[in-house]
């Protein structure tokens, strides 16, 4: 640990600014550590906004299975390179650039798309 601190010995302080424009106080902080279930059941205080995590799910869920139907159209049977003998299925870059290029251009028109998508 010691050797570690002086390999970036002066890392920060060479980025901070002088000691005349820093305030001075302090700050408390407090972690506490809870068994999950007991995170779970407590009630959100008044005015929070619930969690984003299930909108997050619910978005890559539908735009992986959005990009999985557009490329699985494209795809090609060609013999493996390491065995012709045997064949492979291909996509194409060029698909996975165009739903990329699609897709972002859909969001950036309208962030709630993907909503709608099945």
């Known amino acids: 640990l ?5 390999l ?3 890392i920060f302080t060479t980025l901070a600014p002088p000691l005349e424009a820093v305030a001075h106080g302090s700050a408390q902080i407090g972690i506490q550590v809870e068994p999950l279930a007991s ?28 990009f999985v139907n557009h490329v699985e159209s494209f795809v090609v049977r060609l013999p493996r390179p390491d065995n012709p003998g045997e064949s492979a299925d ?8 165009y739903w990329f290029t699609n897709f ?13 998508l099945s």
């Open 104 to 116: 972002r251009r859909r969001l950036e028109q309208n962030p709630e798309f993907w909503r709608n």
């Open 2 to 6: 010691h050797k570690l601190s002086a």
């Open 90 to 97: 291909f996509i194409p870059t060029s698909v996975v650039q």
């Open 8 to 10: 970036h010995e002066g």
């Open 39 to 66: 995170i779970g059941a407590k009630v959100p205080a008044a005015g929070t906004a619930p969690s984003q995590q299930a909108t997050f799910v619910e978005f890559a869920q539908k735009m992986l299975q959005n």
